[in-house]
């Protein structure tokens, strides 16, 4: 399989994925290709520059189709994943003059709009990373595949935990998101005997964090934490890593309990259906864990089982690879209604 991946960088866990996504393909095999719209800032640059390198992902300025047209006419490409919604024109204009099928990955909610349209009705699948985010997208119901985020559980697993207990916070934090960031570091102040890492776009306002700024080593950090913060990726690596999780962003879903993650078909880690963030709730959860050692452990060792049944990035790519077959046999049998003719795959 030869695809062409499209995204448009940021500090995000979409980022995340998209790397861990492409290395998993080339490691399997495939001639995987990610292009990266968007110069980052020197620091982010430098950050990211051993993956970049790694992967062979070619650095583009956004809307530079020239490049793009030159890649797709060097690797002859089956079909093209776009992942961010600012690269979902660029994708069906390739996929118009190309004649290939594009796919498109849904990060999060508010896709569902009139500009996206045109874009989420010609691609042949909506990737979807949660069943909440498909829910949002139920007029294109017949084209969802719910997949979610995967970790290269061989990377991230659990190293020996010692103390003192150590919280960490994993997230991008934006205007959405500052309220509840400020309210766990205003619980974590409280706390006695623990350590308390920040690994964020923004420094924390707290008397005892330790900021390290955006970093490209989770799999390291998470390996030492206890307990991590946030929502979405930063989970379900935290979970691999063995640690326990309270989901934490625009609002508070608490602790990821046993029954929660036993009960729950669809696992919700958006940190959008919980209650207001308030730092009294947070504490009294984090207290929880920390002063009892058993119960902590429980959780830790039943994340790295959830992380093994649902999250093994291995399998995860198995699923895409096998989605992107489907895609091509449905366009090779499908007539074209904007060119004469039928697609034929390069």
């Not at 062979?56 to 994943?81: C, S, V, W």
């Not at 009139?114 to 084209?143: M, Q, T, W």
């Not at 379900?236 to 729950?264: C, F, H, S, V, W």
């Amino acid at each position: 399989m030869k695809v062409l991946h499209l995204n448009r960088f940021f500090y995000s866990g979409q980022t995340t994925h998209v790397f861990s996504l492409v290395k998993e393909q080339q490691k399997q095999g495939h001639l995987a290709h990610l292009a990266i719209e968007g110069y980052p800032a020197l620091r982010a640059l430098e950050t990211y520059r051993d993956t970049i390198e790694k992967l062979n992902a070619t650095m583009l300025r956004p809307g530079d189709e020239n490049n793009l047209k030159r890649l797709i006419e060097q690797y002859k490409f089956n079909l093209i994943h776009a992942h961010s919604s600012l690269t979902f024109p660029v994708a069906l204009k390739l996929s118009r003059e190309y004649k290939i099928p594009f796919v498109v990955t849904c990060h999060g909610l508010g896709l569902n709009k009139e500009e996206n349209r045109p874009y989420l009705n010609e691609a042949g699948v909506l990737f979807c990373i949660s069943r909440r985010v498909a829910n949002s997208l139920h007029e294109f119901s017949d084209k969802i595949r719910v997949i979610a985020n995967g970790v290269d559980l061989d990377e991230y697993k659990p190293a020996k935990k010692c103390d003192p207990v150590k919280i960490a916070l994993v997230s991008r934090v934006d205007a959405w998101k500052q309220y509840g960031f400020d309210q766990l570091c205003k619980a974590v102040d409280l706390l006695e005997g623990v350590k308390f890492i920040v690994a964020s776009n923004k420094p924390p306002i707290s008397t005892t964090a330790k900021y390290i700024g955006w970093t490209d080593n989770i799999s390291s950090l998470l390996a030492q934490t206890d307990i991590v913060a946030g929502t979405g990726r930063a989970i379900i690596e935290g979970l691999a890593t063995g640690n326990a999780a309270i989901i934490l962003g625009r609002t508070y879903q608490g602790i990821l309990t046993p029954d929660k993650m036993e009960n729950q078909q669809d696992l919700d880690f958006s940190g959008l259906s919980g209650s207001v963030p308030c730092y009294k709730t947070i504490f009294f959860d984090l207290a929880k864990l920390t002063q009892n050692p058993i119960y902590l452990q429980k959780l830790q060792e039943q994340g790295r089982r959830l992380a093994e049944k649902h999250f093994d990035n291995k399998v995860i790519c198995k699923q895409i690879i096998k989605t992107y077959t489907e895609v091509l046999k449905t366009t090779l049998t499908a007539p074209d209604h904007s060119h004469a003719g039928k697609r034929k795959c390069r």
